[in-house]
C-alpha cells in the first residue's frame, strides 16, 4: 500500500482560478449591436415597403 504525502493529498480548490473574461464580453456586445442594429434596419424597410 503507497503512503501519500502531504502535498500529494491536499484537496484540490474548489474553484478554478478566475479567467479574465473582458474581451469575450466585448465581443458578445459587439455581435449584439450588430445583431440589434441588423433587427432594426431589416425593420425600417420592412415599414417603408408597406
Do not use: C, D, Y
Not at 484537496?11 to 449591436?33: C, Y
Amino acid at each position: 500500500m503507497e503512503t501519500r504525502t502531504e502535498s500529494q493529498h491536499q484537496a484540490k480548490p474548489t474553484q478554478p482560478e478566475q479567467e479574465n473574461l473582458k474581451g469575450t464580453f466585448a465581443a458578445v456586445l459587439l455581435v449584439g449591436a450588430f445583431i440589434l442594429l441588423s433587427w432594426f434596419g431589416v425593420f425600417a424597410l420592412f415599414l417603408n415597403r408597406a
